[in-house]
């Protein structure tokens, strides 16, 4: 008899293979079977006397082992699968390699849209990536873990970084590098003397930090930070132009005196009377000179802090340093600042902002994330005082009892042109600190921060509540569709029928699915913690010894980093809500009560849980509403193969972001915000709401300001507002543009979007799965 081996091939039938087999998951159960035995299922296999297939040959053993040998049979149906997961690897992994040689468009080579899969850079990284996730599944990962990931019940997000234990993302205290200068391979850098310097510098700090972590990277208060470098700028610019006033022999001897006098009596770029006056004295200049100096030196700095901020743009998005020839995942809070100097800082980003990219193209990062706090940037008398004066308040000539209302109105009129900023709220509840004061020029180091695709780093089990220093060590994510798939299945099977009784069942089962699948993440993530934590400081050489991720500075090149990352967060993701509401009553959460009360349920679940770990590991576990980019097509295609397709559930090519309602749901945008900004206190991990506008934003930013007073509000902790942007490649027009530039009539057309978190104008560059849902968003009015 012969063989068939499952590429086609026919061979002759070895019974010393069935007898191996056998006796490698006996000595696997501890148990002993006889040769007799063996030799009887080989008998009955040749009994059949015609060319078996392989798999057939298979199920004659488990039938044989599961009469005598139960447990036996259990160790050699694993042992099978483990061989069929490892040959269904092999041959992915080779469908892999030859997409990527061919440069075809795939999900694999635009799994991160931010990537170019293309070039050989990103071909490398790809190579790379698939190759790493492949040894980590065989020798890295707990094998049940392994197996969950494969089946789809779970995602271990950036498997292909963990066997560098990396960490996910960090937020950087610049204060702290600037201050003291900072190391990098080949040299110290000096404390910074200008904002141009300050913005470069930064820039420098975001690509070298990049590449010892596998997310993103972010500044938590860019303008508190930027400001000291305006101010060194402004007083640079006025002894220069006091120079010119004196003579060649004069500047020589009297040089170092003008700057002491300078730098001792300029504490800001807002020169008052009085400093004036000890200017006059000083310098042996009379008021209108030194009034006309201090007028130029300010335009200067003003003109300077432009060009650094404009810089600081261009850089993030033209520079491939990022593994993969990516750019750096940058991230910027600011707007809590309201000295002259950090408002300078905002005013001109905002301006570099708008201008866009050398051609006006949007730019892509830095995400950009203004804070809006009461008493700063916010208030309601401000509000309305915008509201019914608006043509004096988008000229600037109102005057506002909060410093920088202003810079929120502005901010509003930029994200309706560029998409960003978007807007983190310090007064919801969840998002205060009591350690906070207006007072205290440090205030930012108790002000949350985000990283721009929506992680967030606040509390703190192991030292003060802040995002400063700190960041994700990682993150993994749970199916929650399967979790109520699984549940209709199983209480269909005990009840027939009877539709309430089953969705009543349905909804414990599914709760008792969503804990059990939380606790067992929650231990995954705290193995991977273990192996994070034995990596040593030198791997980490530019993030530990410049305390970038605060208190690595303390370690020496070969102690373990794993105390000091312990600071950062585990995150307990989960995706698809809308569509496990759909399996257990028909109907999503964005207008079916009790759909909505069973998914609050369940994130309260995953909150609990993150709680109890926290307490029990002192590590700080969070609820994590995960932001999925190629993670969203890859558990609807897995589900879709195990369950069938489902109407509602998994019949599109994606699952809907965590606790979003569906983005094809008809409501307003204010319905929007209520349904889901009860998930935001749920979710400390990460969290985010989105509103879709249709038509150009930057013809009604009030109505954008209306929004974001909306989530303010309604206890949002951190929202965007999307619109399309478009733009012809080749006339340069921007507005809304259907197929053909109704000026040029051009279908070369750049069509700026959102994909988690961060916008791109390239299409093409997304996956299948996100471009499936790009399609289907519908607009709020």
Not at 225 to 249: I, N, Q
Not at 272 to 287: A, Q, R, T, W, Y
Not at 457 to 474: A, Y
Not at 738 to 756: A, F, H, K, L, Q
Request: hydrophobic share 35%; proline share 3%; glycine share 6%.
């Amino acid at each position: 008899m012969k063989v068939v081996k499952r590429d086609g091939q026919k061979v002759n039938f070895d019974a010393n293979k069935i007898v191996c087999a056998i006796d490698k998951a006996a000595i696997a159960s501890r148990e002993e079977v006889s040769t007799k035995f063996a030799l009887e299922v080989v008998n009955k296999i040749v009994d059949l006397d015609r060319d078996l297939e392989v798999e057939e040959i298979q199920d004659l053993v488990e039938k044989e082992l599961m009469k005598t040998y139960p447990d036996i049979a259990k160790n050699y149906i694993l042992y099978r699968d483990m061989r069929n997961i490892e040959r269904h690897k092999r041959t992915t992994i080779k469908k892999s390699f030859d997409g990527i040689v061919t440069v075809e468009i795939n999900n694999i080579n635009n799994e991160n849209a931010n990537m170019a899969g293309n070039t050989p850079a990103g071909q490398m990284m790809t190579f790379a990536s698939e190759t790493t996730k492949d040894y980590t599944h065989k020798y890295l990962l707990n094998p049940k873990y392994s197996k969950a990931h494969m089946a789809g019940d779970i995602h271990i997000h950036d498997l292909d970084y963990y066997p560098t234990k990396t960490s996910t993302c960090v937020q950087y205290d610049l204060k702290k590098l600037f201050t003291n200068g900072f190391k990098s391979k080949h040299g110290k850098i000096r404390e910074p003397k200008s904002i141009s310097t300050y913005a470069t510098l930064a820039t420098i700090i975001f690509q070298t930090n990049q590449n010892e972590q596998h997310g993103g990277q972010a500044i938590p208060a860019f303008d508190f930070f930027m400001a000291p470098g305006v101010l060194k700028s402004f007083k640079r610019h006025l002894r220069y132009r006091s120079l010119t006033f004196l003579d060649a022999d004069y500047i020589e001897d009297k040089n170092n005196e003008l700057k002491e006098i300078i730098n001792n009596s300029i504490t800001t770029i807002c020169v008052s009377e009085d400093v004036k006056n000890i200017l006059i004295e000083k310098l042996g200049m009379d008021k209108k000179t030194v009034d006309k100096l201090i007028k130029i030196a300010y335009a200067d700095t003003k003109n300077e802090t432009h060009q650094a901020m404009e810089g600081f743009i261009h850089n993030l998005n033209t520079m491939h340093s990022r593994g993969g020839n990516q750019v750096v995942f940058s991230s910027i809070n600011y707007g809590t600042d309201f000295s002259a100097e950090g408002r300078m800082v905002i005013e001109e980003l905002f301006k570099a902002t708008e201008e866009g990219l050398g051609d006006s193209e949007t730019p892509v990062f830095p995400i950009q994330i203004f804070k809006v706090k009461t008493g700063i940037s916010f208030s309601e008398k401000d509000f309305e005082l915008a509201l019914n004066n608006w043509a004096k308040a988008s000229k600037g000539e109102l005057e506002f009892e909060t410093p920088n209302f202003d810079l929120f109105i502005r901010a509003c009129e930029v994200t309706s042109k560029r998409l960003f900023p978007n807007f983190v709220f310090l007064d919801t509840p969840f998002n205060f600190n009591e350690k906070w004061d207006i007072n205290d020029p440090n205030r930012y180091l108790y002000e949350v921060a985000t990283m721009g695709c929506r992680t967030r780093v606040f509390e703190n089990v192991r030292g003060e509540k802040t995002s400063i220093g700190r960041g994700n060590i990682s993150f993994t994510s749970i199916n929650m569709p399967r979790l109520a798939i699984k549940a209709k299945k199983e209480a269909i099977e005990k009840l027939g029928e009877n539709l309430s009784e089953v969705e009543s069942l349905s909804v414990k089962l599914f709760h008792r699915n969503v804990k059990e699948m939380a606790n067992f993440v929650a231990s995954q993530l705290k193995d991977r913690f273990e192996f994070q934590g034995s990596a040593i400081a030198r791997q980490f050489p530019f993030m530990m010894e410049n305390g970038i991720w605060d208190g690595g500075q303390l370690l020496g090149p070969h102690d373990e980093v794993r105390e000091t990352v312990a600071s950062g967060t585990l995150g307990i993701g989960f995706i698809g809500g809308h569509n496990a509401m759909m399996a257990l009553y028909g109907e999503g959460h964005g207008k079916n009560d009790k759909a909505f009360d069973t998914l609050y349920k369940a994130v309260s679940d995953l909150k609990e849980i993150a709680a109890e770990k926290s307490e029990k590991y002192n590590l700080n576990f969070s609820a994590l509403a995960t932001p999925a980019e190629g993670l969203s097509g890859r558990f609807t295609k897995i589900d879709r193969e195990k369950f069938g397709t489902l109407e509602g559930v998994n019949d599109r090519d994606y699952y809907i972001n965590s606790f979003h309602v569906d983005v094809k749901e008809e409501m307003s945008s204010i319905e929007k915000i209520k349904r889901e900004a009860p998930f935001h206190e749920l979710t400390l991990g990460g969290h985010i709401t989105y509103v879709e506008l249709d038509g150009e934003a930057k013809k009604n930013v009030m109505a954008i300001m209306k929004i974001v007073r909306a989530m303010q509000q309604e206890g949002i902790g951190y929202g965007s507002i999307n619109h399309p942007v478009d733009r012809c490649k080749a006339c340069g027009f921007k507005g809304i543009i259907e197929n053909t530039c109704p000026v040029c009539g051009s279908n070369e057309i750049s069509r700026t979007r959102r994909i988690t978190g961060y916008p791109t104008g390239d299409l093409d560059g997304w996956n299948s799965y996100k471009q499936a849902e790009e399609k289907d968003r519908i607009k709020h009015n």
